[in-house]
Nanobody
């Protein structure tokens, strides 16, 4: 059975950093496209990053460029999202998702999310 579990969220001050983890079970992450998304209160879900299933490259949406970095540890079957220089507008529930082909809004598998709150 496929499971994705996010962790690492919490309360952080503006300008701080967090590293989110996405641990997979039931399948091998290295064979899938892995996306990170977030949803802030009252807003639509937003795509942040994608690790491609074809070339393993990492790609970022505008809001994540320059501040967020995604990476994969195949030995741990885990994907990470390193977030730096956090702002109050980064407050959201963060989700990881996996798909056999590519990153898109309707990916095959989703975690339940982890809450990130950026506040002083």
């Amino acid at each position: 059975q496929v499971h994705l579990v996010e962790s690492g969220g919490g309360l952080v001050q503006p300008g701080g950093s967090l590293r989110l983890s996405c641990a997979a079970s039931g399948f091998t992450l290295a064979n899938y496209a892995i996306g990170w998304f977030r949803q802030a209160p009252g807003k639509e879900r937003e795509g942040l990053s994608c690790i491609s299933s074809t070339d393993g490259g990492a790609y970022y949406a505008g809001s994540a460029k320059g501040r967020f970095t995604t990476s994969r540890d195949n030995a741990k079957n885990t994907v990470y999202l390193q977030m730096n220089s956090l702002k109050s507008e980064d407050t959201a529930v963060y989700y990881c998702a996996a798909d056999e082909t590519s990153c898109h809004r309707a990916m095959s598998y989703w975690g339940k999310g982890t809450l990130v709150t950026v506040s002083s």
